[in-house]
Structures are given as structure tokens and as C-alpha cells.
């Protein structure tokens, strides 16, 4: 699956061309970034099986990097403030994440703290 990321189409729309990042196995652009981080901290030997990566995020990300933690092998972690959208934290869950909530009025930053 880590594969498709980024062979995204490029389609002609009238005058310009648009990549239809769409297609990516989560259905966002974020994928490039969170495969890219990962495969650059295991080339550099900061991840290794069995590690776990924490992220502070309020969605795309860390879907992204949830996706890419569960067929790596690596335990994730998204910190998120409570009104995240219960869609994206399912999402996350489904491959595997563990969800921290912070209270809603602190916002990210209230994320952050953690």
C-alpha cells in the first residue's frame, strides 16, 4: 500500500493540470509527508520496529501517520484536542492508534501541553 502513495493522476482541467491526491490510500496529501518522516527516521536509525511516534494533530496527519505506524509495525499515538472530529479519530483508530483527548477549549494548544 505504501507504494501508491504518491503516484497520484494528473489530470488536464482546462487550461492547468491538477494531481488528484485523492487517490492516495487515505485520501490525502499528508501521506507523502507522513511516509517521507518515517522512512527518513529509519534510514537514519532513529525508528525501529517496535517504537512508538506521538503526534500532536487535528486530523489529516495523523490519519496519515497512523496508517503508516500500523504497516511499519509502530505503536501511534495522536493527541488531539476533544473537538476533533469523532470521524478522524475513528479513522486513526481503525489502524490501530491510541487517542489521547486534551479539553476542547484549550484548542491545539491545549495539545501541545501534553
Known amino acids: 500500500m505504501l507504494g501508491t502513495i504518491g503516484n497520484t493522476p ?3 482541467i482546462g487550461k492547468i493540470y491538477a494531481k488528484l491526491e485523492t487517490t492516495n ?4 496529501i499528508k501521506d507523502r509527508l507522513a511516509w517521507y518522516l518515517v522512512k527518513k527516521a529509519e534510514e537514519r536509525g532513529e525508528l525501529r520496529k517496535g ?5 500532536v494533530t487535528s486530523g ?3 490519519i496519515s501517520l497512523a496508517m503508516v505506524s500500523a504497516i511499519r509495525g509502530y505503536r501511534f499515538t495522536a493527541v ?4 476533533a472530529s469523532s470521524e478522524k479519530r475513528k479513522m486513526m483508530e481503525a489502524f490501530g492508534a491510541e487517542i489521547l ?7 491545539m494548544a491545549g495539545a501541545v501541553e501534553v
Open 60 to 62: 489529516n496527519t495523523g
Open 51 to 55: 517504537d512508538a511516534i506521538i503526534e
Open 101 to 107: 483527548l486534551t479539553p476542547a477549549k484549550k484548542g
Open 10 to 12: 494528473l489530470v488536464r
Open 80 to 83: 488531539m484536542p476533544r473537538s
Open 25 to 28: 490510500p487515505t485520501g490525502s
